[in-house]
């Protein structure tokens, strides 16, 4: 089964930095844009960033100049630096992936989550 696997989150006081990475496991034909969102407690789902199969990014304002997204295809990763962490940033972190697995048409995949948490 394709499944995506995020790792790298943590505690972190205002102003670190910490590297979010998301995996893509299984039986992977391709995979076309790849993303970060986040969840705060009683909030809606945001994205953070995407980026495309041809590199281009999007980014949410409020991280906009902060955080870098990139990816890596020879190792089916996507990666996420956030530098100048906020408590804002406090959120559970979820990767998402547009792929065409093997023998299957194309969907978008989930990760499980990783906490970061940002506080003194």
């Known amino acids: 089964q394709e499944k995506l696997v995020e790792s790298g989150g943590g505690l972190v006081q205002p102003g670190g930095s910490l590297r979010l990475s998301c995996v893509a496991r299984?039986?992977?034909?391709?995979?076309?844009?790849m993303s970060w969102f986040r969840q705060a407690p009683g909030k809606q789902r945001e994205l953070v960033a995407a980026?495309?199969?041809?590199?281009?990014?999007n980014y949410l304002d409020s991280v906009k100049g902060r955080f870098t997204i990139s990816r890596d295809n020879t190792k089916n990763t996507v990666y996420l630096q956030m530098n100048s962490l906020k408590p804002e940033d406090t959120a559970l972190y979820y990767c998402?992936?547009?792929?065409?697995?093997?023998?299957?048409?194309?969907?978008?995949?989930w990760g499980q989550g990783t906490q970061v948490t940002v506080s003194s």
């Open positions: 998402n992936a547009e792929i065409k697995p093997l023998w299957r048409g194309l969907n978008n995949y």
């Open positions: 299984g039986r992977i034909v391709a995979i076309n844009t």
């Open positions: 980026i495309t199969s041809g590199e281009s990014t």
